[in-house]
């Protein structure tokens, strides 16, 4: 099994900065693909950005991309998602997420953390 907690969400003005950290631990192969997802009310959970397990491989809704990092620390299991240049449109819960497969597919992610809120005003 694969537990994923969540924080540093908050609010911020437009223009602002948060770093997003994801705790992670379980079973090593269950999360070899790390990622971000979020999800606004009244619509559908989306993908921002994952990572494979080491960094080789990075994916970026386009929306972020230029915006948004991802990171990772494997000495502290640990992923973070860096957002700068914040909008009213990332307004979301945030969510980490963690699979075993192919990183760049949204669809295979199936452990999930609680969420944790971003409000960019």
């Known amino acids: 099994d694969v537990q994923l907690v969540e924080s540093g969400g908050g609010s911020v003005q437009a223009g602002g900065s948060l770093r997003l950290s994801c705790a992670a631990s379980?079973?090593?192969?269950?999360?070899?693909?790390m990622g971000w997802f979020r999800q606004a009310p009244g619509k559908e959970r989306e993908g921002v950005a994952a990572t494979s397990n080491g960094g080789g491989m990075k994916v970026y809704r386009d929306s972020v991309k230029g915006r948004f990092t991802i990171s990772q620390d494997n000495a502290k299991n640990t992923v973070y998602l860096q957002m700068n240049s914040l909008k009213p449109e990332d307004t979301a819960m945030y969510y980490c997420a963690a699979g075993s497969v192919s990183c760049g597919s949204w669809e295979y992610y199936n452990y999930w953390g609680q969420g944790t809120q971003v409000t960019v005003s």
């Open positions: 379980g079973y090593t192969y269950s999360r070899n693909c």
